[in-house]
């Protein structure tokens, strides 16, 4: 090959994603889109983050990557191939570490060479190298319920590198590890990467931690979500190692939440809308408990915040991760208690209100907000009220619900509605005869 001939083949992109879409049959027959229109690009020598709430559909994408799923639509090319199968050259390293527990270190190590039919003296050589580099020399012996579960995820990398593949898929590998041993690995793996000490061509890293991406990405791809699409690429040039209070660092990390907290406009220009979408009966919710929503007002509201918080601020402060402050923090701007957005919280009057009242107050102005706010709780409290016995089967709710969503959404849907109902008392639920009333179940 000349050097021409080299030069376009080290440029070329090693993987990719052409308009990809991915649909799922419910059970009423009709499909649910996950994805919508994905494309992306991999080259050597990156690692590309994808960033996004849950439900938009990442871990979905690295599984018809890795040719563990066919999309409905679309086309995955790897090395300018259709991937039709999992593909030689495509690793995957997994939140739960999936290793064999009736199998050694050596054993997990060696799975993924015994399945290319190397040489077994080839096998041994390269699974040990695998494991000295990931730093569990000395531990080939021993079982996965002897070790920690960072040296469970250090096997899980191993086994991953050990067949030397050209991309490497990373779904949440640090997310199930305490604070400490995920920085560690996290660091390891990227002093590795930056001596080029690892046999990988690139990374593409799911992950829900934003300081995480920031710190190991060289661009990031913001989904949104049902359906997930790319709404933003963002390029991280800055260089390593990337310290956690560096001011050009967290100035990334805040762009991020202000990206993840615009709102994806439902039109066909695909803009960033600046109002949030109207909520009808018809909404999907997440369900968030009341101490959440009580706690995130009382911490915006106090000092040195006084009503408006800088999000990833609050999230250091309250050790939150951002896919678990979102859903409080947006739930509280659909009660209008906030403002959510550029980045930041902001407490409304309401909310003020709220953070300054004694309980029985607080619970009269969360019936008002849930109320005029959560259509589907207007909807149980309406139909409670014309019922002369003043009861309604949950399965009433439910299925009018599942004509909008999928079953597992319409259930998490009404049980944050019944949730928020029991606060304010709105209405009572009684779980073990699934009905709703005006009075407390006896």
């Known amino acids: 090959m000349n050097d021409a001939a080299q030069t376009a083949d080290s440029l070329a992109p090693l993987l990719e994603v052409q308009s990809i879409g991915k649909s799922f049959l419910k059970p009423d027959g009709d499909a649910l889109l996950v994805l919508d229109g994905v494309n992306l690009k991999l080259k050597r020598g990156e690692i590309v983050g994808l960033l996004g709430r849950s439900g ?57 060479l015994e399945a290319m039919r190397l040489a077994p003296a080839e096998i ?138 615009a709102r994806p406009r439902q039109g066909r220009d695909g803009a960033r809308a600046e109002r949030p979408t109207l909520v009808s009966i018809g909404t999907a919710l997440e369900h968030v408990s009341t101490n959440l929503l009580a706690g995130l007002i009382e911490a915006v509201s106090e000092p040195p915040y006084e009503g408006r918080a800088d999000l990833p601020a609050i999230a250091q402060a309250l050790h939150m991760e951002a896919d678990d402050l979102f859903p409080v923090a947006e739930t509280l701007q659909l009660l209008h208690f906030a403002e959510v957005g550029g980045g930041d919280i902001r407490l409304t009057e309401a909310g003020l209100t709220f953070a300054r009242s004694e309980t029985d107050e607080r619970k009269s ?3 008002r ?49 019944i949730s928020w109902g029991r606060y304010a008392e709105v209405f009572a639920y009684d779980d073990q005869r699934q009905v709703f009333t005006l009075e407390n179940p006896q």
């Open 365 to 367: 102005l969360f019936a």
């Open 124 to 261: 041994r050589k390269r699974s040990l190298q695998a494991i000295d580099l990931i730093g569990l020399d000395g531990y080939e012996s021993a079982y996965p319920r002897e070790l920690s579960g960072g040296m469970r995820q250090r096997v899980g990398f191993a086994r991953a590198l050990v067949v030397h593949p050209n991309i490497l898929l990373m779904d949440e590998p640090f997310s199930a590890l305490d604070v400490l041993t995920a920085e560690t690995l996290r660091n390891d793996f990227l002093d590795l990467w930056g001596r080029g000490e690892l046999p990988i061509g690139a990374v593409l890293l799911v992950t829900h931690n934003i300081e995480e991406a920031v710190q190991m990405c060289d661009r990031l791809l913001i989904f949104s979500t049902h359906p997930g699409r790319v709404v933003s690429e963002i390029p991280i040039d800055l260089p390593q190692p990337r310290e956690p209070l560096d001011p050009l660092v967290r100035a990334l990390v805040d762009r991020v939440y202000v990206e993840m907290t």
């Open 369 to 417: 907000q849930l109320l005029a706010y959560v259509p589907l709780a207007a909807h149980v409290r309406r139909v409670l009220d014309e019922r002369s016995s003043h009861r309604a089967p949950k399965s009433r709710f439910l299925d009018e619900l599942e004509d909008h969503m999928a079953e597992e959404a319409a259930e998490q849907t009404l049980r944050a509605v």
């Open 56 to 112: 938009s559909g990442k871990s979905t994408l690295l599984r018809l990557i890795a040719g563990l799923d066919t999309p409905s639509h679309g086309a995955v090319r790897y090395l300018g191939a259709p991937v039709e199968g999992p593909a030689p050259g495509i690793s995957m390293v997994f939140q739960g570490f999936a290793l064999f527990p009736w199998l050694t270190v050596l054993g997990n190590v060696q799975l993924g």
